[in-house]
Nanobody, 122 residues
Framework: QVQLVESGGGLVQAGGSLRLSCAASGRIFSTYNMGWFRQAPGKEREFVASIAWSAGSTRYTDSVKGRFTISRDNAGSTAYLQMNSLKPEDTAVYFC???????????????WGQGTQVTVSS
């Protein structure tokens, strides 16, 4: 089991940027496939991006392609989500979790963090 703590959320104007971090406990972070998800009020949790344990493969939902970049630092046991050109529709609580390689199904993920709020104003 791993404990995940997200940080880096905040309030930003449309067009701005934020970088989210997902810090993991444990000594085997390098073997975990990581995913970022988000959940807006009244909506289901949706897939944003995922990265394989080796960082050689990534996957994005169509709405963030070209704007968001997922990365990881295995030595620092941290995953990141760089978010550029933010839009009001990106407003949500963002979560990281451990799951199967490059899966977009939140039901297959576990060890969810507590989430970090991202609010994009128009």
């Amino acid at each position: 089991q791993v404990q995940l703590v997200e940080s880096g959320g905040g309030l930003v104007q449309a067009g701005g940027s934020l970088r989210l971090s997902c810090a993991a406990s444990g000594r085997i972070f390098s073997t975990y496939n990581m995913g970022w998800f988000r959940q807006a009020p009244g909506k289901e949790r949706e897939f944003v991006a995922s990265i394989a344990w080796s960082a050689g493969s990534t996957r994005y939902t169509d709405s963030v392609k070209g704007r968001f970049t997922i990365s990881r630092d295995n030595a620092g046991s941290t995953a990141y989500l760089q978010m550029n050109s933010l839009k009001p529709e990106d407003t949500a609580v963002y979560f990281c979790a451990v799951g199967p390689p490059l899966s977009s199904n939140p039901r297959l993920y576990h060890d969810w963090g507590q989430g970090t709020q991202v609010t994009v104003s128009s």
